[in-house]
Each structure stands twice: as structure tokens, then as C-alpha cells.
């Protein structure tokens, strides 16, 4: 097995996420074993056996999810978007490199053709070795993966996409571009009218400026934005943020347009969606809504 | 200082909430000092100063509160009960030795009379060298505190109360009567028609099966029952689940009676609840809503 700087971070058989992006706490699984650890162009990538959470990927020593609860995460990024379009046909994942996102959009019976930009294969690779039931997004028949800069792609795809999904790692590393006002702006570009995004968006907990400049970074392009947070526990704070933006000023983010039916979400195998848990996503704490609504 | 056995957990300057109620994963807080470690007769009470969430408040080695973050659970166990009731006059809580509830429960307008009954002198002690924000809830004009057994206490004060609130620490160690079903009988006997409890209630994310059964034993006694969720990001899994339950089998307790205009809320200075999370918070995923309602 090669080896990577992440694995310094387990210590007497303990994962500890310690990272300079949330001083004074950290969160931690209990490992049985190291599946992997490679460093790819762009990052260390690490795969853990744990103990009660399933596998976990670990990519520059923060963890991006574990079998145990990445259903939250992948569903909210997937149908709090794709819910509040009319008919969202092309969807383009930016990130996503697990394969999570795909299988959850696939799922949506509007969407016709979802094309996938991430950067790097090794996490791919890694995925599909040792978390299958993620990596099964890449078999999608409605799916075109390419390995490349979802910046570069972008520039070069206007007006293709309904729903445009970026599901990155955070603001420092190899996708702090993600969340750049030009970003924004490039999104808003490779939308059809009446499209919608969605991105990863931090914890208010944590750091509320940088959730607060993202969003208004999101706000110069989008004219309809909101803030939504989904219950992640394995993520710091046990809580994850999305930014969600519509082009056309008069969208509902909050209310879904395409409503799952209590025999489809047996269907569908969700476990964490529901067209209530939408809506309730975007009410917000008072402190984040003073922070980001004023 | 007297010493406690929650120093062990303390580790290269780290403390580490490790405990078979949650195996596989834990949460760690930066110590900059031990402020008090003391035993009690009914268990260990350490405050830690750290780094970034202010003091903390630590028994028998579980985190109870920090000062960063305690509004959150103080505010939702203590407005999701008294917004549902139309005349909250008369309340009772159960633990709550930081103060934490009582400073809250005092800021409704329509509480006129509130009791509380702590078993452990020593944890308000603690509250009140340690945690002044906290313990100033004992202030509070309309509070009259007793250091005593709340079983015992409720045994002999029947139809006198129209909330009770139960802020106690988890199922195992010195409260874990407080979610038998005898607990849940005799909260019904305390209460006056019309009333409405709210119990503290673990995590959903953690072990659903103690939650279940929790909800089960309130449903015995209770015609109307709900579990609510909040995040609060120093709790295991980073939120808290609270038991709701009243009398009046026509109560909907996921419309508040009471609404905290957004003056009161500035005036109270509430940084987490309001009428809207009132509602969003009994909003469950679906693994949670299909084991807790079926």
C-alpha cells in the first residue's frame, strides 16, 4: 500500500479529524483497519474500515463521508434542487467523485441526461474498490463521466444544464475555486433559463462569515438564493449547509415542485428526502438567519 | 481541586467524549484548563475552560453544555412545551442544575409560577462559579429551586403543574428513571388538564431502538406525542431529540399557540428558537419517521 500524510492522523486505532478550518473541536471514528491511502495530483485520498460507520472516505485528512449516514448528504445536494425545478432534464454534477449525487439523481424520474466533471480518478477509483453502494451511481444509463476542471467545462458549456450540483470538498484545497464569485457566475452561465443550483455549503456553527460570502458571492448571479441545512453527523458540527439558487427571481426554493410520493420513497430507498424535511431544511436557527438574511 | 475520573478523558490537551453509549465515533473539545473536577454523591462534575466553546460543563464524563452553543437546547426544550400551551402558568422542571432552562422557562410572558427540582447541590454550584449565564436562570423571581429526588417530589404534587420539562443526562448513570414508563405516569398525575411535558431525548442518528421505546412508554400516558429534533453540534451525532407529549388528544403541537414576534425574539434574546423551527423541528428524515411512527 502506498501511503499518504492522512494517515497521521489515526492515532491508538482513533480517525481524529483535526483541522485548522474548525479549531477547538474535532470528531472521531473508531478505525479497524486502513483499505487505502494514496496521494493522487490533487490530494491525499484515504479509505478506512471502521468499526460502526462502515467505510469511510477520508480525502486530505477530512472525512467526505461513511456508509453510515452519506444518504443525508447525497439526497438533500441531489433533490432540494432537482424538487424545485418544473422539469429538470440536464443536470450537470461537478465533484461527486464517490458516485452518491449520480445515484441519487438517477433516481428522479424527470431528469433524462446527468453529465458528471470530477477532477480527480484516483477518488473514483477508490469508490468504486470500497464503497460500492455509492460507486453505483456510475452505472447510470443516464450518466457521461468525464475526468477533467468542472471551471474548464463550464466555459465551454452555456446554456446545457436545468440543475447544475457541485458537491466538493471545503474552501481550502483543490476546491476553493468552488466557491469563488467567478464560479458562481460560470454556473449561472451553464444554465438554461430557469435553472438551479446547488452547492455544498460549510456549517453556519462553524463559520458563519465564510457561509455569509459565499452566499452573497451566489446572490450577484442567482435571484432567488437560500440557505438549507441537512443533520450529517458524521460532518463537523453533525450538520452540513447547501446553497441553493434559482435564475428566475419568482422561484419557491422552499416548496418542491416535484413531490415524492410515500410509495416512491419506499421505491427509491430514501432514507433522509421527503417533500416535508425540504421545506423545513431552509428554516433556519436565529443567529444564521440574522447572519445571513439580516 | 478535588479530582474526578472524567480527568482520564482528557488527553493531550484534548478532551475526548468517549462512551460505550455511542461506540465507534466520538467528539473531542481543546482544553485550556480544568476550572473544578469534584465527585458528588450521585456523580463526577468537571468544568473545563477551552479554547473555542467557552466553558464547558462535563458529567460523568459526558458533555452536558457549552457555552457556545447550550441556547440551542436550552431554548428548544424550554419553548417547544410552552409555545404549545395556551396558559403556561405553572412549570416544573426536572434537573436543568446549570440554570440553563430556568433562565429561559422565565422569559415566556405567560409563566407566572416555575419549580424546579435538582437532585445535585453540587452541579449548581458548579453552574454558579462556572457558568454565570447559565445559573442566572436561578434569579429568576418566579423560580422557586429545590434540591431533591424529582420521582419523590412529583409522588406528592399532583394536577399542580401545566408544563413539565425533564433536562436530564442520558439514559445510564443517575437519570435513567427518568425514561421508564413509571416516569411518564407520573408526570401525567402532576400535570393539570390541558398540560403539555417535553423530556430531553438522545439522538435519533444514534440508537433509535432507546428512542423508540422512550416514545412508546410517553405514548402509554400521553393521548398527543411528538419527537422533535435540534441541532446543537456538541452533542453526540450534533443534535438533540426532545419527547413532547400533552394530555389533550387534540393538541397539534407542531403549530405553536404562542408566537414569539421578531421583537420578542430580539428582546429575549432567543438565538435559536422560533415559530417557524417550532414547526421545522418535529419535521423528521425518513429512517426516524418510519421507526418512530411506523
Same mark, same amino acid.
Given at each position: 500500500m502506498e501511503c499518504c500524510d492522512s494517515v497521521c492522523l489515526i492515532k491508538d486505532g482513533w480517525f481524529r479529524e483535526i483541522n485548522d478550518m474548525w479549531p477547538g473541536h474535532y470528531f472521531a471514528l473508531k478505525v479497524d483497519s486502513v483499505l487505502s491511502c494514496v496521494k493522487s495530483d490533487y490530494q491525499d485520498i484515504m479509505v478506512l474500515k471502521t468499526t460502526n460507520h462502515g467505510n469511510a472516505l477520508i480525502l486530505d485528512g477530512v472525512i467526505q463521508c461513511t456508509e453510515k449516514d452519506e444518504f443525508a448528504y447525497q439526497?438533500?445536494?441531489?433533490?432540494?434542487? /432537482?424538487?424545485?425545478?418544473?422539469?429538470?432534464?440536464? &443536470? /450537470?454534477?461537478?465533484?461527486?467523485?464517490?458516485?452518491? &449525487?449520480?445515484?441519487?439523481v438517477d433516481k428522479h424520474p424527470l431528469v433524462k441526461k446527468i453529465v458528471q466533471i470530477e477532477i480527480d480518478q484516483k477518488v473514483i477509483d477508490a469508490s468504486k474498490k470500497y464503497l460500492p453502494n455509492m460507486a453505483k451511481g456510475f452505472n447510470s444509463s443516464k450518466l457521461e463521466l468525464k475526468v477533467c476542471d468542472g471551471f474548464e467545462y463550464m466555459k465551454c458549456h452555456k446554456n446545457e444544464f436545468d440543475v447544475i450540483i457541485t458537491d466538493s470538498t471545503d474552501p481550502i484545497g483543490p476546491a476553493s475555486a468552488l466557491f469563488s464569485e467567478s464560479y458562481f457566475s460560470l454556473l449561472k452561465g451553464a444554465l438554461r433559463s430557469g435553472g438551479i443550483i446547488c452547492s455544498q455549503g460549510g456549517t453556519a456553527w462553524n463559520d458563519i462569515e465564510t457561509v455569509k460570502k459565499t452566499l452573497d458571492h451566489c446572490r450577484r448571479h442567482f435571484k432567488e438564493v437560500r440557505y438549507s441545512i441537512a443533520c450529517v453527523p458524521t460532518y463537523p458540527t453533525g450538520q452540513n449547509g447547501f446553497f441553493v439558487g434559482a435564475l428566475d427571481g419568482n422561484s419557491d426554493l422552499t416548496t418542491p415542485k416535484f413531490k415524492f410520493t410515500d410509495a416512491d420513497l419506499e421505491k427509491y430507498e430514501l432514507k433522509y428526502y421527503n417533500t416535508q424535511i425540504h421545506s423545513a431544511s431552509f428554516v433556519l436557527p436565529n443567529f444564521a438567519r440574522k447572519a445571513l438574511y439580516g
Open positions: 439526497e438533500m445536494i441531489a433533490f432540494l434542487p /432537482l424538487c424545485s425545478h418544473p422539469n429538470p432534464e440536464r &443536470v /450537470l454534477i461537478v465533484g461527486g467523485g464517490d458516485g452518491g &449525487v449520480a445515484r441519487e
